[in-house]
C-alpha cells in the first residue's frame, strides 16, 4: 500500500540543525520529494532524490534515502526564523504518471 | 514564483451546491494535476490530467470531475458539496514524465 509518515511536531533553535524524517512504504517510488509549506500558501518544491541515489546535498539543505529502512530525511544546516513552516515529505508510486503521495507534515518552529 | 495560478482564491458555498476551480498551468507543462489538503492533514490526489484525458485518479467519489483545455489549463467540478468538502484545492503542473511538480497557492473552498 501507500502510506507516508512523519513526525508532526519539531522545535528548533535559530542556528541550530534541523532533520526532518519520513518513512514511506512503497519500494517501487522513483523519485522522493520535500516540500515546504508557509501558513496560508501553497507547497514549494524544496529538494527531490532519485530513487538510486543515497545522498543530495542543495546548500542549507541535505536529503539522506536509505531504500533498504523506506526511510527518507531533510537536514536543514543553520536553520533560520523564515523555516518555520510545515515540510511534507512525498513519493511517486505510480511510474506512470506524477501523482504525489504526502504525508501529513511535520511543522518546524524555529526559536530565536 | 511557480507560473501556476489559481482561481478563485477564497469561495463559500452551501451544501449541496456546485463549484467550479480553475487553474492555468506553467507555460509549457501539459500535465495537471488536483489534490485536496484537508486542515491539518497532507495534500491528497484528485486526479490528473495529460492533452485533455485523465490519466489517473485517487479515492474520490465521481462528483468530483475535471477538465484539461487544449492550453492545458484547467477546471476542477464537484457536484453535490458536502460539508467535509471544505479544504484547500492545490492544483500542480508539471512535464510530462516528471514528478518535480509546481504548486499554485490554492483556492480555498468553505461549505457551510
Known amino acids: 500500500g501507500e502510506d507516508v509518515e512523519q513526525s508532526l511536531f519539531l522545535s528548533v533553535r535559530e542556528g541550530d540543525s534541523s532533520v526532518i524524517n519520513c518513512t514511506y512504504t512503497d519500494s517501487s517510488s522513483t523519485y522522493l520529494y520535500w516540500y515546504k509549506q508557509e501558513p496560508g500558501a501553497g507547497l514549494q518544491l524544496l529538494t527531490y532524490i532519485f530513487s538510486n541515489m543515497d545522498m543530495k546535498q542543495d546548500q542549507r539543505l541535505t536529503v539522506l534515502l536509505n531504500k533498504k529502512d523506506k526511510h527518507l530525511s531533510l537536514r536543514i544546516a543553520d536553520t533560520q526564523t523564515g523555516d518555520s513552516a510545515i515540510y511534507f515529505c512525498?513519493?511517486?508510486?505510480?511510474?506512470?504518471?506524477?501523482?504525489?503521495?504526502f504525508g501529513k507534515g511535520t511543522t518546524l518552529s524555529v526559536s530565536s | 514564483e511557480t507560473g501556476v495560478t489559481q482561481s478563485p482564491t477564497h469561495l463559500i458555498k452551501t451544501r449541496g451546491q456546485q463549484v467550479t476551480l480553475r487553474c492555468s498551468s506553467q507555460?509549457?507543462?501539459?500535465?495537471v494535476s488536483w489534490y485536496q489538503q484537508a486542515l491539518g492533514q497532507g495534500p491528497q490526489f484528485i486526479f490528473q490530467y495529460y492533452r485533455e484525458e485523465e490519466n489517473g485518479r485517487g479515492n474520490f467519489p465521481p462528483r468530483f470531475s475535471g477538465l484539461q483545455f487544449p492550453n492545458y489549463s484547467s477546471e476542477l467540478n464537484v457536484n453535490a458539496l458536502e460539508l467535509d468538502d471544505s479544504a484547500l484545492y492545490l492544483c500542480?503542473?508539471?512535464?510530462?514524465?516528471?514528478?518535480?511538480?509546481?504548486f499554485g497557492s490554492g483556492t480555498r473552498l468553505t461549505v457551510v
Open positions: 500542480a503542473s508539471s512535464p510530462r514524465g516528471e514528478g518535480q511538480a509546481g
Open positions: 507555460s509549457g507543462h501539459n500535465t
Open positions: 512525498a513519493e511517486t508510486p505510480n511510474q506512470a504518471g506524477t501523482a504525489l503521495i
